[in-house]
């Protein structure tokens, strides 16, 4: 292609072919003022901020429409300019409030910036006083405070050339114009797609993202995707989502897998942290991220991501993972493809940790499970089965590192008289138990105590096997600790709820339980220095519900102990004696932690980007570079996504629940998953926040080097 060379104020540059004098100029460093115009988006010449003079030419020419041409000669300071420039800004301002520093976008305004150059204070024009400003402002996501329009037109062009949604333009009411909609319709009501490319092209505080909807304290090329932003493996959400719209579902998981090795056990109990900062929340409701990714697993058949990303050549250092869980599986996965050789020593006889042993089979299927711990076997990475580590210093004398990731395997009791009656067990040995076929002595009926999502795990298999299942809590309604879901799914399948209830004991022989004795409570808190426990009893509640077992599911531990030969805290936790705290490092070099025994009991997400981090960390300390971000399959990004009526009305696709009565019979999951229509309904509400990220940011005077 052959460029243009002109004259720029004396100085001699090139431009690409179709290029503007504006854009030449400011490509070379050279500030030539303007508001209407903008790097994404077509010329308007709105704002005659950008005249030029031009050599053998009389008056002057709005440069974003002027062709960089060979031998050109413009001028673009003068006084003249200056003036008409001036005049211009002042038009601008005779209607735009002079309260700046009350604005959101206070000093991060380009109109105020323009003002600064320009040196104006305020319009020295008569004030008008428009009467359409108020037209159309009450709308979600999308502040409008149309008093601070300065008609552009940079919104009108975003929303037409960039999105093909087109429903913003000029309009007239009187003598005045000014941006709106149709008919001055809402946003919603237009068709918008809420996308919010007009704010982000927007000069002034005209346009606005509505208050909270995005972090700020996160980077802003991070907070701007909401969904994964609030992903703890920050996963590019929208794009497999675009990809499940389309048809594409391995290549969808593909998007997935560039984070987490296990997408199809997240599609089941992922707890969709994604969903709740999903900025569609605003309109209607999130989007359904958690079921959408089971459903593209469930028909992920091509395996499109199998051999692709990075594979480094073997180092020769051997590295031992001590737990075969979701945070040490993830970094064995990292760990091999940064050419390490690998081993995984796993207490059970089976791998995959609280996914394969500490979740019902109706909430995490064995297969499921299996298959994807199956792919990281496959991938080169060694298990160990029935091996119980008992020394971190023995393990890392046979190897270049070590990573502990035994999670929390240990129940806790409540110190309650009559805890260590024979029929009364911790939640993690029940269900332990259960997915291993293990029969314990349960009789007909069994008090759950606790509140959390392992209770209703609990209640829902205790159903199962045929055992009456109560459960008892101290907090009350929706101050209850688990999901409401699998609240009112155990319920309906038949669990009876004690919330708000205290426990005082259970009775009984320790040969036989007979009943819990509980009362019930008002209020209660927990002592920050003592973390005892301080209630108000309901006076003449005391009551003793009958039941032949107990399960508590009141809480976990690391079962970790001295003799394993790492510094531990009080609560059983390795620290990192640098920091004082529980972290990835620990008390012995060369050995490492991650996933719950860093945290305490969390989310399967959790462990698995805490696996990620651990990987990159112990990676560089073997003189690697830590690098594990790859990408398994290409982008394609469709800016335009157009007008869709209706859409912000768009409901939220739900999965069938199967009848409690039919569902409590078996261990099959307790949901049928989306069906093809249903999941592109769903994924095509997305808002596509991503493309965002595409549009640039238009640069003020200062940051230019010729101004």
């Known amino acids: 292609m052959n460029r243009a060379t002109l004259t720029v104020d004396g100085r001699t540059i090139s431009a690409n072919p179709g290029q503007s004098v504006l854009n030449a100029a400011l490509d070379a460093g050279i500030y030539i003022p303007h508001l209407c115009s903008h790097p994404d988006l077509p010329p308007q010449a ?108 940079r919104c009108v062009r975003a929303c037409d050339d960039l999105r093909g949604v087109g429903i913003l333009g000029f309009n007239r009411r009187g003598d005045e114009v000014y941006v709106g909609t149709a008919g001055d319709v809402p946003l919603g009501e237009a068709g918008c797609r809420f996308c919010s490319a007009c704010v982000a092209v927007c000069p002034t505080g005209a346009l606005q993202d509505q208050f909270g909807i995005f972090r700020d304290d996160l980077p802003w090329e991070e907070a701007i995707v909401p969904c994964s932003a609030e992903c703890p493996a920050h996963a590019d959400i929208p794009a497999y989502l675009r990809l499940i719209q389309q048809g594409r579902h391995s290549e969808a998981i593909a998007v997935i897998r560039e984070k987490v090795p296990f997408p199809h056990v997240l599609g089941y109990v992922c707890n969709h942290r994604c969903e709740s900062g999903c900025k569609r929340t605003a309109l209607n409701s999130p989007v359904s991220i958690r079921n959408l990714k089971r459903y593209a697993a469930e028909r992920d058949t091509e395996h499109v991501w199998r051999g692709k990303g990075f594979h480094k050549e073997r180092s020769g250092k051997r590295v ?59 991938s080169g990475v060694r298990v160990r089965y029935g091996q119980n580590v008992e020394s971190a210093a023995a393990l890392k004398a046979e190897h270049e590192a070590v990573l502990v990731a035994v999670g929390t395997p240990v129940g806790k009791k409540l110190r309650l008289p009559g805890a260590d009656f024979r029929q009364v067990y911790t939640a993690v040995d029940f269900l332990r138990a259960s997915r291993l076929g293990q029969t314990l002595d349960l009789g007909q009926t069994c008090c759950v105590i606790g509140g959390g999502n392992v209770a209703f795990d609990v209640a829902g298999t205790l159903l199962r096997m045929g055992v ?121 070099d060369g050995v490492f932690c991650a996933g719950d025994v860093i945290t305490g009991t969390s989310f399967v997400i959790n462990a698995i980007e805490s696996g990620r981090q651990a990987a990159s960390l112990i990676d560089r300390y073997l003189g690697g570079d830590g690098q594990i971000d790859e990408v398994l399959v290409e982008r394609e990004r469709q800016p335009k996504i157009g007008k869709v009526d209706g859409f912000h009305l768009q409901a939220r696709q739900e999965l069938s629940l199967r009848p409690a009565a039919e569902r409590v019979c078996d261990f099959q999951p307790i949901n049928v998953n989306f069906n093809a229509d249903q999941s592109v309904c769903e994924a095509s509400r997305c808002l596509q926040c991503d493309l965002r990220k595409d549009i640039r940011k238009s640069r003020i005077w200062s940051e230019y080097a010729v101004k």
Not at 94 to 102: E, F, L, Q, R, T
């Open 320 to 378: 031992a993972v001590v737990g075969g869980g979701p945070a040490g599986l993830t970094a064995a996965f990292y760990l091999n493809k940064l050419g390490h050789d690998v081993t995984v020593y796993e207490k059970q006889n089976v791998a995959g940790g609280y996914m394969a042993l500490g979740i019902p089979e109706f909430r995490a299927p064995t297969a499921v499970v299996q298959a994807e711990v199956g792919y990281i076997v496959e």
């Open 468 to 588: 009456r299942a109560t459960v008892v809590c101290l907090e009350k309604g929706e101050a209850m600790l688990a999901d409401r879901e699998e609240i009112e799914s155990a319920c309906s399948e038949g669990a009876v709820l004690f919330d708000g209830h205290s426990n005082e004991g259970i009775e009984g022989t320790p040969e036989q339980v007979t009943g819990l004795r509980v009362h019930e409570v008002s209020e209660f808190h927990f002592d920050r220095a003592t973390g005892a426990l301080v209630e108000t009893a309901v006076p003449d509640s005391t009551r003793v519900i009958a039941c032949d077992s107990i399960v508590f599911a009141a809480g976990q531990a690391t079962g970790l102990t001295e003799g394993f030969g790492l510094e531990l805290n009080r609560f059983g936790y390795p620290v990192d004696p640098q920091s004082g705290k529980s972290g990835h490092r620990t008390s012995l």
């Open 46 to 153: 709105n704002c005659k901020l950008c005249v030029v003079e031009v050599a053998g030419q009389d008056g002057v020419v709005c440069s974003c429409e002027l062709p960089a041409t060979d031998g050109l000669q413009v001028v673009t300071q003068s006084s003249a300019l200056l003036q008409r420039r001036k005049v211009a800004l002042e038009l601008m301002l005779a209607g735009h409030p002079k309260d700046c520093v009350s604005c959101k976008r206070y000093m991060n305004c380009e109109l105020q910036a323009m003002i600064q150059y320009l040196g104006t204070v305020h319009s020295r024009m008569r004030v008008t006083t428009r009467k359409t400003d108020d037209l159309n402002v009450d709308n979600p996501i999308v502040v409008r405070e149309m008093e601070r329009c300065i008609q552009c037109g």
